[in-house]
């Protein structure tokens, strides 16, 4: 029943999220939308993509701007092609186990852990340079971002999570999060790694910087062609003159072409730097490069915006299936952490069946001269204790037998052994299921 690291999905999981504060824009596009539509085209992966809305709050206090970001996000996203019939493709809102979850976390994630990420810290960092208070106008929202997102990746045990470089701190935590979580509570959780797609780890916005709502220097991803071109006018360059040579090198406008084009493509463009091609022309050719690729996506951007039920219905349908498997978990974890009915008579028992799987035997010598073997439980408590062996060997075939046989060969093996008592008779068995499961 338990989803453990013993018997992983054959399948790779991807998940990825993207926070719902902002129109989407050709850094989202490059960095998120395009790879994980890409990656759930692939056989054997099965995808989680969502629109992390919860997260949003952190940064938003416009209920219409969360609102209409969700609509354009989710739009981009199957303009784009995702497929909602290949992928669970949710809101974030919609599966109330993640939050719950989140509690969960926040207790097994040492306070320290998330005074060192980097979000927070550059607030502290800032305020402590402006001489306010450390914590000036941080809310414990933006202190607990991370816990939040952990709780969005090993809701689902997702074992590769597609994100941009800013991201993998996040991501050694949500690490941190399920081993800590497992080391309490038995292994529950996979921990997850980041996916960095490196040609495009960061694409440069219209000044150069990281393209990102914060600086306020994208490009939307579906803007018309006109807009299009008027913003790819506005990319910072500097004053070389056409016929003199530019380096592709450090261009913020070679960098966004680079992630659209192909090679052999930015080959090109490289030798007509060198070669000294006009800013001007080299901003046509970045736009047509861009707009080709983005073209065919806006009849059914347009299509999605202008019917919002229809993304709706979708979003919800994809909820349904997210919480198929949310829903069990998340009682699983419940139960493993206590929370479960005063009447269930399995409490000894599920605690040390985590115990249990981790079982092993040791087999020593004794100051008599003679031979023993136990079995202990990961905690080094003695589940089955036996009587003096001769020979190692006897010792040795009794251990052998347990272990390829399990609970079949114990009721012989129990003439070798000191009486085990009733209460640890379900402990043994458990222990012996799981070693000839492996
Ligand atoms: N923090 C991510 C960002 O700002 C968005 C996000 C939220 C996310 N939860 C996630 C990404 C889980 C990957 C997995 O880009």
């Known amino acids: 029943m338990l989803t453990t690291p013993n018997t992983p999905p054959p399948v790779t999981r991807f998940l990825t999220g993207i926070t719902t504060s902002g ?3 050709l850094g989202n ?14 056989a054997g992966v099965e995808s989680f993509y969502f629109l992390a809305d919860y997260h949003s709050l952190i940064k938003i206090d416009e209920p219409a701007r969360i609102q209409r970001s969700t609509l354009e996000i989710a739009a981009s996203w199957l303009a784009a092609g995702l497929d909602p019939q290949r992928v669970t493709f949710y809101r974030q809102s919609d599966v109330p186990e993640i939050p719950e979850l989140t509690w969960f976390l926040t207790c097994v994630t040492g306070k320290g852990i998330l005074n060192r990420a980097h979000a927070y810290k550059a607030s502290v960092d800032k305020n402590t340079a402006a001489g306010v208070d450390a914590d000036c106008d941080v809310t414990a929202g933006l202190f607990m971002y991370p816990v939040l997102m952990g709780a969005d990746i090993l809701m689902f045990n997702a074992h590769k999570v597609p994100v941009g470089r800013d991201q993998i701190q996040h991501i050694e935590m949500a690490r941190d999060m399920a081993n800590s979580f497992n080391h309490r509570y038995g292994e529950h959780f996979v921990p997850p790694q980041a996916e960095i797609e490196e040609s495009v780890a960061t694409l440069p916005g219209l000044d150069g910087r990281k393209m990102s709502k914060s600086y306020d220097n994208t490009i939307p991803l579906f803007s018309s062609r006109e807009q299009l071109k008027k913003l790819i006018a506005g990319i910072v360059t500097d004053s070389r003159a056409p016929g003199e040579p530019k380096e592709s090198e450090g261009s913020a406008l070679f960098q966004i072409y680079q992630a659209f084009a192909s090679k052999q493509e930015t080959a090109g463009l490289r030798k007509a730097f060198a070669e000294g091609i006009g800013w001007g022309e080299a901003k046509q050719i970045l736009f047509e490069r861009i707009d080709r690729e983005i073209a065919p996506m806006r009849e059914r951007y347009q299509h999605l915006i202008d019917h919002p039920q229809e993304v709706e219905a979708l979003l919800l349908a994809g909820a349904t299936k997210a919480r198929a498997i949310a829903t069990p978990f998340m009682a699983q974890l419940r139960s493993a952490v206590g929370l479960r009915p005063l009447t269930t008579g399995a409490q000894v028992h599920r605690e040390k069946s985590s115990k249990v799987a981790a079982a ?11 031979f023993y073997f136990k079995l202990v439980d990961a905690d080094g408590a003695v589940l089955l204790q036996s009587l003096a062996f001769d020979s190692p060997k006897v010792a040795g075939q009794t251990i052998a037998a347990l272990q390829t046989q399990g609970t079949k060969a114990l009721p012989e093996a129990l003439a070798l052994l000191q009486p085990v008592a009733a209460e640890q008779l379900d402990a043994v068995q458990a222990a012996l299921a799981a070693l000839t499961a492996q």
Request: aromatic residues 10%; charged residues 30%.
């Open 360 to 370: 092993s035997f040791k087999q020593y010598r004794e100051k008599d001269g003679k």
């Open 29 to 42: 596009y490059v960095g998120s939308i395009r790879p994980s539509v890409r990656a759930s085209l692939n």
């Open 23 to 25: 129109t989407p824009h």
